[in-house]
């Protein structure tokens, strides 16, 4: 898993500084101030879990386990969730779309959680 994670973090960097560009330079005169910040608050937290699945994949592979495992998936699906709403919102103007936004939020929270449960158990483990 570690490997997939690194590949999917690095990949979802690459397109996070992809949407940031294209919210700057391609979207900043077509959407409104409101949904263009919607737009680069997914941005932020696209590059900010791309890191976080980074980290997951370092973990898995250093204390591999269930928790280390489930930190990136968390992390993948809190992304679709969390980022990809509001790119979709942002871009269509549709709000129904923001009721995606908080289940990502809470995955994004799970991630962490799982993180921190990896590390803390393997260093209990010594």
């Known amino acids: 898993m ?13 397109v996070g500084v992809g949407a940031g560009a294209f919210g700057a330079h391609a979207l900043r005169l077509r959407l409104t101030p409101d ?5 680069e608050t ?13 980290a997951a ?6 204390w591999p386990g269930r928790a280390a495992t489930a930190a990136g998936v968390f992390f993948v699906t809190g992304t679709v969730l969390f ?4 790119y979709a919102l942002a871009l269509t103007g549709w709000r129904g779309l923001g ?28």
């Open 35 to 39: 949904l263009l910040a919607v737009f």
């Open 2 to 14: 570690e490997r997939l994670f690194v590949i999917i973090g690095s990949l979802s960097a690459l």
């Open 42 to 54: 997914g941005v932020r937290y696209q590059l900010v879990h791309a890191l976080a699945l980074l």
């Open 99 to 126: 009721l995606l936004t908080p289940v990502g939020g809470v995955a994004f929270m799970a991630g962490w959680a799982c993180l921190a449960g990896a590390v803390w158990r393997a260093g209990a483990s010594r």
């Open 83 to 86: 980022s990809g709403s509001l």
């Open 57 to 62: 994949g370092w973990a898995a592979g250093r």
